[in-house]
């Protein structure tokens, strides 16, 4: 039992630096650093909700505009972050396998973590700037929306260890990513509810996990006026089955990792 | 100890594969130093990188019930875009030592002045030998990994080498690899070659720096 703990605190331990260098690579020392990680994200979500509420109309399908662009822009952007972090992560870390008990999956954590908590913040803020200026009401309720992050992050959690693996073991993966994540992005469920659409199509969208947690954050937000469909049983199961797949992918990715 | 079992590697190569060691067994005792020579591209550093965990063999296994450090050598072990204090940081977070005391002890093994503040891609290679073997000792491992890095420094890091791997860490195992036969027999007492993919272990270092030769 000692000796699980331990290494639990080990991984831990290792996790923690390997955030810290990364903020440390990625962003550097300069003007506001490691700030950065939340900063990026903040300019995207805030650009892209004032220029939704300054062009669109103010409600779609009765929804208020800006609120509905910052509950489906920040899951989408963690989505797409962690995804795209996730492409070549371990080569691009592979100096860092020099030390044993640095593992592919920790590297792949500490970018989950910084990825998650920065997108987290910048809609946190972002929401907050919304609530302030009167563009946008507080959730209805909280609870909800919050669950609907939970399996938005355990999702991205799940892509990024399948397409981190994936993208070690194949070159085309890469190549076809951007791609395939751009034409995805009506499958988001971020500019669209599954209401919106007739009824003998819903089901496409909802086959998506990300369609189920957004839907669940605009519960969370709208509360019955925005007429949310999801299925928590089905995004428990899909989402678990996905991130299983990806945890023994990435568990089994060491091999094919050159360190150099 | 570390013991190496039915230890198979395979690069893949020309549409094939290239087998650069078969069945390689053997066992390092504590204390032990042991030399590994070998012609150019036989699998020397290939060995030692997977004794160290860099590299997973394609069979075979390694068990360690000793600590054993990353393999010391011209490159690996630092991220170049960060800097020498910042590759600093990041290897005491991770095996817990004390950064003031680290630090201090790099300073004073490594003597690269304000340098350490900069990127480790603007070192040369001899100071990022300086740095690394400083940072290798500075942590107390039971064996130490060198693939020939000690070889670039100038005579007072050599010196420095010897006197802190050698004199107050004599009791440590070390698996060295080298060129340098004179080297080679001076610090260890016991040698291995590596030709064709097969692993020999010699009775003496003597031994071994005579099949090398004949080589």
């Keep these: 039992m000692t000796t699980l703990l331990q290494s639990f605190a080990v991984q831990g331990t290792v996790i923690w630096a390997l955030i810290l260098r990364e903020m440390q690579t990625r ?124 399996f938005q992050m355990v999702f991205c959690l799940g892509c990024m260890m399948l397409i981190a693996s994936a993208s070690e073991r194949s070159d085309l993966i890469e190549k076809f990513i951007s791609a395939v994540m751009y034409l995805s992005i009506p499958l988001s469920g971020a500019f669209v509810m599954v209401s919106w659409i007739p009824e003998k199509y819903q089901w496409i969208l909802l086959l998506s996990p990300s369609v189920q947690s957004i839907e669940m954050v605009r519960a969370g937000q709208f509360g019955p006026a925005g007429h949310a469909i999801y299925d928590v049983i089905y995004a428990t199961w899909s989402i678990a089955l996905l991130s299983l797949w990806g945890l023994s992918l990435t568990l089994r990715s060491r091999r094919f990792i050159t360190v150099i | 100890m570390i013991s190496c079992i039915d230890i198979t ?27 590994i020579l070998g012609r150019n591209g036989a699998g020397k550093s290939t060995l ?37 204090i910042d590759n600093l940081r990041f290897i005491c977070r991770i095996y817990n030592l004390d ?47 060198i693939d020939e890095v000690i070889m670039v420094g100038d005579a007072r890091f050599t010196r420095r080498c010897q006197e802190e791997l050698f004199e107050k860490r004599g009791d440590r195992s ?42």
Excluded at chain 2, 67 to 74: E, I, N, R, T
Excluded at chain 2, 178 to 198: G, K, L
Excluded at chain 2, 199 to 206: E, N, R
Aim: a negative charge; proline letters at 4%.
């Design chain 2, 48 to 84: 030692v990188r997977i004794i160290g965990g860099v590299e997973i063999p394609t069979a075979g296994e390694v068990r360690r019930s000793m600590s054993v450090s990353w393999p010391l050598a011209f490159s690996g072990a630092f991220q170049g875009s960060l800097s020498g």
């Design chain 1, 27 to 150: 962003y550097g020392r300069e003007n506001i650093g490691f700030l950065w990680i939340v900063g990026e994200p903040i300019i995207f979500c805030a650009g892209v909700a004032i220029l939704w509420t300054l062009i669109r109309p103010s409600h779609e399908h009765g929804l208020p505009m800006t609120a509905f662009v910052v509950t489906g822009y920040v899951p989408l952007t963690m989505w797409r972050h962690c995804v795209g972090r996730g492409v070549k992560a371990f080569e691009a870390n592979g100096a860092l396998l020099f030390h044993r008990h640095v593992t592919p999956l920790d590297i792949l954590l500490a970018r989950w973590v910084l990825e998650v908590a920065g997108t987290l913040l910048a809609g946190a803020i972002v929401a907050f700037g919304a609530i302030f200026l009167g563009f946008m009401e507080p959730p209805v309720d909280v609870g909800l929306l919050f669950l609907g992050l939970l």
């Design chain 2, 99 to 145: 950064y003031d005391s680290t630090r201090a002890f790099v300073d004073d093994f490594a003597e690269l002045g304000r340098q350490l503040g900069e990127p480790v891609k603007t070192y040369s290679s001899g100071m990022r030998a300086r740095l690394a073997f400083a940072l290798t000792i500075a942590i107390e491992f039971d064996c130490y990994l």
């Design chain 2, 174 to 215: 070390i698996i060295l690899v080298s060129h340098e036969m004179n080297f080679i027999r001076t610090v260890c007492d016991s040698a291995a070659v590596i030709h064709n993919s097969h692993f020999t272990m010699c009775d003496s270092v003597a031994d071994a720096i005579s099949f090398y030769d004949s080589l």
């Design chain 2, 9 to 35: 590697h395979e690069y893949p190569a020309h549409g094939g594969r290239r087998r650069v060691l078969d069945h390689v067994n053997f066992d390092l005792e504590p204390g032990q130093k042991l030399g």
